[in-house]
Antibody
Framework: EVHLVESGGGLVKPGGSLRLSCAAS????????MNWVRQAPGKGLEWVAS????????YYADSLRGRFTVSRDNAKNLLYLQVNSLITEDTAIYYC????????????WGQGTLVTVSS | SYVLTQPPSVSVAPGQTARITCGGS??????VHWYQQKPGQAPVLVIY???DRPSGIPERFSGSTSGNTATLTINRVEAGDEADYHC???????????FGGGTELTVL
């Protein structure tokens, strides 16, 4: 069974940084692209970034490019999201998601980790 | 950048048919995916590639696309279908995943 568990969220001051992690199990992690999607309180889903199996292809939402860095460690089955220069608008639940079978339809989601940016 | 437009809310009585639209330029040429999200839970994929259902999703859920509109149809709506529904595409021209703003389905 596919299992995705995010961690690393918390309360951070504006201008601060966080590294979010997503631990994957139940599938061959190195065979799937992975993604980060976030959801601000009471708002819709917002795609953050996608990373290919070998990290050769990395895509970011245009509005977030520059402050967010996605990476992965296939040996440890871990996905990461480094977020710098946090602003209050970054307050959201951050989900990691795996495609269902090679496309950009996200068939598997973690439970999310909450990031709160506040002074 | 590519934009997907959904109505903020749709209401339907139990047993009736709910139709949730997702508008986008030439969306009929793209692959549209739909997610159901209940309060406090992660999204669940209910339709992929416009019309296919993952295992475990009831046949009452179906999807279609035509021109500039994609539609998620839920037949014989049940109270348990009350949730937010999000459409999503991959925009190859900009290498971006795009989500619609989401539609809150209320079962009266």
């Amino acid at each position: 069974e596919v299992h995705l568990v995010e961690s690393g969220g918390g309360l951070v001051k504006p201008g601060g940084s966080l590294r979010l992690s997503c631990a994957a199990s139940g599938f061959t992690f190195s065979s799937y692209s992975m993604n980060w999607v976030r959801q601000a309180p009471g708002k819709g889903l917002e795609w953050v970034a996608s990373i290919s199996t070998t990290s050769n292809y990395i895509y970011y939402a245009d509005s977030l490019r520059g402050r967010f860095t996605v990476s992965r460690d296939n040996a440890k089955n871990l996905l990461y999201l480094q977020v710098n220069s946090l602003i209050t608008e970054d307050t959201a639940i951050y989900y990691c998601a795996r495609d269902r079978a090679g496309g950009y339809d996200f068939g598997y989601w973690g439970q999310g980790t909450l990031v709160t940016v506040s002074s | 950048s590519y934009v997907l437009t959904q109505p903020p809310s749709v209401s339907v009585a139990p047993g009736q048919t709910a139709r949730i639209t997702c508008g986008g330029s030439d969306i009929g040429t793209k692959s549209v995916h739909w997610y159901q999200q209940k309060p406090g839970q992660a999204p669940v994929l209910v339709i992929y590639y416009n019309k296919d259902r993952p295992s475990g999703i009831p046949e009452r859920f179906s999807g279609s696309t035509s021109g500039n509109t994609a539609t998620l149809t839920i037949n014989r709506v049940e109270a348990g279908d009350e949730a937010d529904y999000h459409c999503q595409v991959w925009d190859s021209s900009s290498d971006q995943v795009v989500f619609g703003g989401g539609t809150e389905l209320t079962v009266l």
